[in-house]
Every structure is written in structure tokens, then in C-alpha cells.
């Protein structure tokens, strides 16, 4: 089986070596590189090609929530891993909203942390038992649900359509258009509209399938 490809990063040079020196006593993991900012991750995993970035919240540069758009931006099929040392509901909920894949407590034992990279390679979630517990049952998305009419909404603004054609299809007025997209960004904490579209594609609203959002 070929390795999963994991990048780390994180501004804490014994955290990374300490990560990376048990990573790479595994078959199924190789690290292809440890960054220590934000930046160094934006300019660099297009050429690293990680199939798993472990990433840091804070680090210099360029934060992980701002990385973490970026990099699903520009290669959405990479899975990001959220390695931090907040616990706070806020932190876990906010970093899922920005499109990361799973949730990790810096003080969780590196077994652990080699079982949230395969789950969420293999395209699950994964939230440490520290983080789980601190969401609010219901949320572990971190997503604030959205109503049917932003769901219809979200299915015309994910095919392309601008507000204009999008308030002719369902003949509502272009202002309520953007005032239900302004809503949907901000439940999914998504700001483009690549995101909401890169949003369907993997919820399967674009195909039209039931999606409880």
C-alpha cells in the first residue's frame, strides 16, 4: 500500500520532531516535510503534494484557519488535521467551518494522532475525545444548519449562477439573494464562492442527494 503522504506543521521545533520522529516508524505514514509558518505551508504543499497536513492554529505568517482555506482553495482533495493545543469550542468548531477535516490536542499520545490521519485520508472526520466532548451534541461539524430555502439557494449559487439569475429562478428580489448568501458563508464560514461550490460538490448538493447540513 502506498504511504500516506503526511506534511507537518507548527512553529514548536520539538513538537514537529517529536511528531515526526514516531510518524516515521510507521510503513503507512511518510512525512514529507515539516514547516514551522503559515506561509512556508502556502508557498511549499502544492510541491510537497501532502496527502494529510497536520496543521498549528497559531503560527507566524499566515495563521492555520487562513492556511487552511488556501490550501483547500488551490487542492481541495487535501485532507487538513488540525494539531492544537485549544480546547475551547470556539477553536474546534471555527477551524471545521474553514474546511479542516479533523481535530487534534497537542497532548493526545502520537498513536492517536497516526489514527486521525488515516481516518480522515480515508475521508471521515476525526475529533480527539478532549475535542469532541467540548461541542455542543449535534454540532460536531461545527456548523450551524441551514434553512431549506439557503439549501436552494446554495444549490443555484454552487452551479455558478449570480445572484441576479439565481433571484429570476426562484423569483425573490436580488437583495434577498444576497442577504441568504451573506447567511450561508457565514454558517459554513466559507468567504468565496469556489468554497460554497467546492462545499456541494462534497455534501453532494450538486447531485441533487439528500444533505443534512
Known amino acids: ?38 506561509q512556508e505551508v502556502i508557498d511549499r504543499f502544492e510541491a510537497l503534494a501532502p496527502d494529510v497536513i497536520l496543521l498549528d492554529l497559531n503560527m507566524p505568517n499566515v495563521g492555520g484557519l487562513s492556511a487552511t482555506e ?54 471521515a472526520q476525526y475529533l480527539c475525545t478532549g475535542a469532541e466532548s467540548r461541542l455542543t451534541p449535534g454540532t460536531a461539524d461545527g456548523r450551524e444548519p441551514l434553512t431549506s430555502r439557503e439549501q436552494t439557494i446554495l ?16 423569483e425573490i428580489s436580488v437583495r434577498t439573494v444576497e442577504t441568504h448568501r451573506k447567511n450561508i458563508k457565514r454558517k459554513l464560514g466559507i468567504s468565496s464562492t469556489a468554497g460554497l461550490t467546492r462545499y456541494a460538490l462534497e455534501h ?10
Open 204 to 213: 453532494g448538493v450538486l447531485q441533487g442527494t439528500s444533505v443534512d447540513l
Open 70 to 123: 488556501i490550501i483547500l482553495e488551490r487542492r481541495p482533495e487535501t485532507r487538513v488535521l488540525i494539531l492544537s493545543m485549544h480546547d475551547s469550542p470556539e477553536y474546534i468548531s471555527t477551524a471545521l467551518r474553514h474546511g479542516a477535516r479533523g481535530y487534534v490536542l497537542k497532548d493526545v499520545p502520537t498513536e492517536e494522532i497516526r489514527t486521525a490521519i488515516l481516518t480522515v485520508h480515508g475521508g
Open 155 to 170: 444549490l443555484e449559487l454552487a452551479q455558478g449562477k449570480s445572484n441576479k439569475a439565481v433571484a429570476l429562478a426562484l
Open 1 to 38: 500500500m502506498t504511504p500516506i503522504r503526511v506534511l507537518i506543521a507548527d512553529d514548536h521545533p520539538m513538537v514537529v520532531d517529536g511528531i515526526r520522529a514516531v510518524l516515521e516508524t510507521f510503513d503507512d505514514i511518510q512525512v514529507v516535510g515539516a514547516l514551522s509558518s503559515g
